[in-house]
């Protein structure tokens, strides 16, 4: 990338950072201005700086006297001092030069000397840096709230916690899930090395999944037009595994978007059948459709905005019967076991958000399965959460409500194990 155009990324980056810590936005959502090839550079500056901020902050803070308070000015600190400490593979110069000049761009020269001496002090010390930061708490050196390193200490004891949060600390790998019965694993790998592309089988799921180069423009890929995969982590197969469907069933997706689960299962049904696909907020929905629309399921799936605490047969026009043989209820959860995804969910976590959220999570499950599901039906509960007030405590709940449902299977992945995210399942079948 030539100095210009690192100059602009890093501007994109700012201005998302920017919006991060002022409004709370989603950085995840805030990617689709960036122009498409300084996308990728612009997302691994954002999320190195997101997911490393408590800790980049103790660097920072170390160099100056009070906290620079002018628009973008300590969001161009930490994005400097994320370069430096975080991503080795950004020239020096460039992580101090062009960050100076993106905050340039955007502030006119502001407190431009500030940054470029305090990212410089950074440089020359950084050994004494690495040092300072190794010996911090935790919390602070793993870059996590101190609730949820407490927490996660207490849970899984200090080794296990500790790898959880090295977990978090990580950049995601880019791993492709080929789609049931139009490529295998294996198949699929030979097509990428074929073109030169360094992908390798999944650590832990070497036959189901393909990690492929971080940074890679995966719509260049080989099968990508052709809707041979979908990019997911391999831990989102559970829920589908769990749901067990089968051509020619009735299956209600009811929290689809973006839609990776939704095709999965489409997949399997194989064209025979009814698949609905829904989600509560309409501006959801498009990234649902692109995705049915490059695996060629748009004619096969049904899509509509649907908040599932509130669903009724009514809404399929089907009055007071049971709608559907298998539902998938992937509720909205507090991200804990994706946060090296989520690079921000991190700093939403709290217990009372928590207790929201196992709040919004029993009622969704408690109507889709008591108002949509059939007799004989499954309905799969499924989060990416590691905390068992979001996973087990929901269903053990609702199983302890209604006599007429039972637990077939559960499943729960918390990371480092298989090299996966974090995810949890439970299959319950009725009556």
Known sequence: MGNEDGTLARADALRILRRWTENGDFPDRMFGDVPPF????????????????????????????????????YEALLLGAAQILEMPDVAQYAAVDSTVEAYKALDGRGQSGLINAVLRNLLRNLPAVRQTLARAPLAVRASHTDEQTERWVARFGRERAEALLAWDDRPASVTLLPLPGRVTAAELLDALRAVGVAAEPHPGRPDEAVVVPHGSHVDSLPGFAEGLFTIQDPAT????????????????????????????IAALMQGRGALFAADCWRDRLDPLRDNLRRLRFDSFVQIGVLD????????????????????????????????????????????????????????????????????????????????????????????????????????????????????????????
């Not at 499950?365 to 039906?377: D, I, Q, W």
């Not at 709940?397 to 298989?418: S, T, W």
């Open 38 to 73: 300084r996308r990728p550079f612009v997302m691994d500056l954002v999320y190195a700086t997101v997911r490393r901020c408590r800790a980049l902050s103790f660097a920072v803070d170390s160099f100056v006297r009070a906290r620079p308070n002018r628009p973008f000015a």
């Open 237 to 264: 197969i559970e829920a589908v595994r769990l749901l067990d469907v089968a051509p020619g069933m009735r299956v209600l997706d009811a929290c689809a978007a973006p839609g990776g689960k939704t095709c999965r």
């Open 308 to 431: 599932a605490k509130r669903a009724s047969p009514d809404d399929f026009g089907r009055s007071g019967a049971p709608l559907f043989d298998r539902i998938l209820a992937d509720v909205p959860c507090s991200n804990t076991g994706v946060q090296r995804r989520r690079a921000d969910a991190r700093w939403r976590f709290d217990p009372a958000r928590l207790a929201t959220l196992a709040q919004t999570q029993s009622a969704i499950l408690e109507n889709l399965a008591t108002r949509l599901l059939a007799p004989g039906g499954r309905i799969v509960y499924s989060t990416c959460s590691v905390e068992p007030e979001e996973n087990e405590k929901v269903v053990e709940a609702f199983l302890a409500r209604h006599r007429n449902f039972k637990l077939v299977e559960k499943a729960a992945l918390v990371p480092p194990d298989m090299e996966c995210d974090g995810a949890f399942a439970a299959a319950i079948m009725r009556a």
